[in-house]
């Protein structure tokens, strides 16, 4: 079965900096990746996702992940980010066929004034 | 077009109660998924229900049940609550099969005491 790991459980950055957070998944096959936010006692809103080709996605809100087959990351990048970004992010993969995606555990970001 | 309807959006049950959640997918959405959200486990599968035929199952124990109608809309019961089943119910939908990626609603916290 697929598994996602996000190595940080919470990252501060301060607002205009920019922001990387990280996502390795295992599974045999390519997979579909997505990275998914969550703002306190909401639901998940999709930033992006992958399933093939171009391994630079451009999401919602300026984020941009990179899949990286040779590594196993699908790293969620934004180039300055904003306070109103705070929140959970939470990286998921899913395989054809299956709505049995696998969430990694998240990782809380704060932004610094 | 309105997006995933769950209701309630806030429950409180005693333990060994029963619950019942509803989840109303996007129109045209034929498959609902449900996730149980909890501080200690994440974002775990339960099932995923497709033209009113469960699909897929995750490890859950069979208190944890749901039933798909005709016109889409999901529901799941839990019965004889437990303490530990605390937590926030997710409902997704997506438009056919495969982690194509999904629209999550905003959630049923539920509590039980």
């Known amino acids: 079965a697929q598994s996602v790991t996000q190595p940080d459980i919470h990252i501060t950055v301060s607002e205009g900096a920019s922001l990387e957070l990280r996502c390795n998944y295992s599974?045999?096959?390519?997979?579909?990746l997505f990275w998914y936010v969550q703002s306190p006692g909401q639901g998940l809103q999709l930033l992006l996702k992958y399933f093939s080709g171009d391994t630079l996605v451009q999401g919602i809100k300026g984020f941009e992940a990179e899949f990286k087959r040779s590594q196993s990351s699908f790293n969620l990048r934004k180039p300055s980010v904003h306070w109103s970004d705070a929140a959970e992010y939470f990286c998921a993969v899913g395989v054809y066929n299956n709505n049995d995606m696998r969430f990694g555990a998240g990782t809380r970001l704060t932004v610094k004034p | 077009k309105a997006g995933v309807t769950q209701t309630p959006r806030y429950l409180i049950k005693t333990r060994g109660q029963q619950v019942t959640l509803s989840c109303s997918p996007i129109?045209?959405?034929?498959?609902v998924s449900w996730y149980q959200q909890t501080p200690g486990q994440g974002l775990q599968f339960l099932f995923e229900?497709?033209?009113?035929?469960?699909?897929n199952k995750g490890n859950f124990p069979g208190r944890f049940s749901g039933r798909q109608f005709s016109n889409s809309r999901s529901e799941m019961n839990v019965s004889t609550l437990e303490l530990g089943d605390s937590a926030l119910y997710l409902c997704?939908?997506?438009?056919?099969?495969?982690?194509?990626?999904?629209?999550f609603g905003s959630g049923t916290r539920l509590t039980v005491v």
């Open positions: 229900y497709f033209s009113e035929t469960q699909r």
């Open positions: 997704a939908s997506s438009a056919a099969l495969g982690a194509r990626g999904y629209t």
């Open positions: 599974y045999g096959a390519t997979p579909y």
């Open positions: 129109s045209g959405h034929r498959s």
